[in-house]
């Protein structure tokens, strides 16, 4: 059982950044790939980002990639989303999960815990 915990997000203008953290409960969590995604009004949830259990292979979505960057410290039990450049396209509730395993996994039924989700908003 994992327990996730997400928290950074807030109200940002546009061009500006946030970090994002996901802390997890449990002794287990350098054992699960990480994900990232999120959620805008009306629409369904979408991939954002993965991470690897080790940390050293990641993967976003084209909407991201060159903007937001995941990353996890194992000691520490969590996972981040540093977010810079931001975009109003990038207003969302964030959440992060963790599945077991990292290849191929883009959809949230692939993953098997959840936070409860942070919400990110970016004005124009």
């Known amino acids: 059982q994992v327990q996730l915990v997400e928290s950074g997000g807030g109200l940002v203008q546009a061009g500006g950044s946030l970090r994002l953290s996901c802390a997890a409960s449990g002794r287990t969590f350098s054992s699960y790939a990480m994900g990232w995604f999120r959620q805008a009004p009306r629409k369904e949830r979408e991939f954002v980002a993965k991470?690897?259990?080790?940390?050293?292979?990641?993967n976003y979505a084209d909407s991201v990639k060159g903007r937001f960057t995941i990353s996890r410290d194992n000691t520490k039990n969590t996972v981040y989303l540093q977010m810079n450049s931001l975009k109003p396209e990038d207003t969302a509730v964030y959440y992060c999960?963790?599945?077991?395993?990292?290849?191929?996994?883009?959809?949230?039924?692939?993953?098997?815990?959840w936070g409860q989700g942070t919400q990110v908003t970016v004005s124009s």
């Open positions: 991470i690897n259990t080790s940390g050293g292979s990641t």
């Open positions: 999960a963790a599945g077991q395993y990292y290849s191929g996994r883009y959809y949230p039924n692939q993953y098997d815990y």
